[in-house]
T-cell receptor, first 116, second 108 residues
Framework: DAEITQSPRHKITETGRQVTLACHQTWNHNNMFWYRQDLGHGLRLIHY???????NKGEVSDGYSVSRSNTEDLPLTLESAASSQTSVYFC???????????????FGEGSRLTVL | LAKTTQPISMDSYEGQEVNITCSHN???????ITWYQQFPSQGPRFIIQ???TKVTNEVASLFIPADRKSSTLSLPRVSLSDTAVYYC?????????FGKGTRLHILP
């Protein structure tokens, strides 16, 4: 079955280190998204992509970058990890909505990142 | 993007019908209304989407009045497993912005 997978599921790192979270989907979806989820803030959009070589900033993009070199993958990189980036990160994908509306988002299981 | 307002939390009992209302006064003409459900330690899951009037699927119903400034998610005969956070979203394209959601707690 098609799916969306994230790795690693859990990671502990130190302040200042570069960290990359992987997201891989096998649905051939054009749209991919990264969110972070923190208590009291719900889900916040970090970056998103509508297709290969397309990337866009979301609500909380500072300190994060993404690249889309193929349809299946959208890795999220923290260039220099900070304690404020301790969070649960969710990747999602969708096809564009048909007959109007937005496409249904399919989420990965999340990656819990702790920055010490 | 239109912002949404929904109750922070709600309690209900097993077997009851639960209605969660969401306000979106600034909804745009091309915006759709979508609801997601999230269980602890999982990503959100799509429940239902609508533009106007009523939409029903095997899980829930969505009621949207003519002015579209609010919407109500209706969950029939809830069970303990319906305890989750429910998000109301409005969007006209595929860029989905989540609010803080409603934490629904079902009691036995």
């Amino acid at each position: 079955d098609a799916e969306i997978t994230q790795s690693p599921r859990h990671k502990i790192t130190e302040t200042g280190r570069q960290v990359t979270l992987a997201c891989h989907q096998t649905w051939n979806h054009n749209n991919m998204f990264w969110y972070r989820q923190d208590l009291g803030h719900g889900l916040r959009l970090i970056h998103y992509s509508y297709g290969v070589h397309d990337t866009n900033k979301g609500e909380v993009s500072d300190g994060y970058s993404v690249s889309r070199s193929n349809t299946e993958d959208l890795p999220l990189t923290l260039e220099s990890a900070a304690s404020s980036q301790t969070s649960v990160y969710f990747c999602a994908s969708s096809v564009s909505g048909t007959s109007g509306g937005t496409g249904e988002l399919f989420f990965g299981e999340g990656s819990r990142l702790t920055v010490l | 993007l239109a912002k949404t307002t929904q109750p922070i939390s709600m309690d209900s009992y097993e077997g009851q019908e639960v209605n969660i209302t969401c306000s979106h006064n600034n909804i745009a003409t091309n915006d759709y209304i979508t609801w997601y459900q999230q269980f602890p330690s999982q990503g959100p899951r799509f429940i239902i989407q609508g533009y106007k009037t009523k939409v029903t699927n095997e899980v829930a119903s969505l009621f949207i009045p003519a002015d579209r400034k609010s919407s109500t998610l209706s969950l029939p005969r809830v069970s303990l497993s319906d305890t989750a956070v429910y998000y109301c979203l409005v969007a006209g394209d595929d860029k989905i912005i989540f609010g803080k959601g409603t934490r629904l707690h079902i009691l036995p």
